[in-house]
């Protein structure tokens, strides 16, 4: 692998890695959006409180590279699952959600199948 291919390949993983921090700081700083929609789905509003952590510290690992191929599987799991809360056939944006939590999705899956590559935390030097 090239030093271009292996810096786009971090870069990839780092933007999804991103998007899960971003969730997690968006529910600590306001939790209603998502306490909401947990209600509405029959669920308790306190679950925020554990996708905060695991999308948060899944996101950091996934950025660091560390066990990016459970981490990967897990995610996709998780965007699946939680899109659930977000099918709602009259609301136009959140069907939007919906579609772009399964192509993140995708893209975890893509990570669970091949994993970091070079450019991660323990690695030792860059290529």
């Known amino acids: ?5 292996a810096a786009i390949e971090f870069a990839g993983r780092a933007l999804i890695a991103g998007l899960f921090v971003a969730g997690a700081v968006q529910k600590l ?5 998502a306490v909401a929609l947990l209600v509405l789905a029959g669920l308790p509003g306190w679950l925020v409180w554990p996708a905060l952590v695991f999308s948060g510290l899944a996101g950091l690992g996934l950025l660091a590279g ?5 981490l990967g599987l897990a995610l996709a799991a998780y965007c699946i699952a939680t899109s659930y809360f977000h099918y709602l056939m009259g609301d136009a944006w959140q069907m939007t959600i919906v579609a772009k939590n399964w192509t993140i999705a ?8 091949h994993g970091a590559g070079p450019w991660r935390l323990g ?3 860059l290529p």
């Not at 692998?1 to 291919?5: E, G, L, S, V």
């Not at 700083?29 to 959006?33: A, F, L, N, Q, V």
């Not at 995708?106 to 199948?113: I, N, T, V, Y």
């Open 1 to 5: 692998m090239t030093r271009a291919q």
């Open 123 to 125: 690695r030792g030097r």
């Open 106 to 113: 995708g893209g975890c899956l893509l990570l669970a199948a």
């Open 29 to 33: 700083i306001d939790p209603s959006g």
């Open 66 to 70: 560390i066990a990016a191929r459970p």
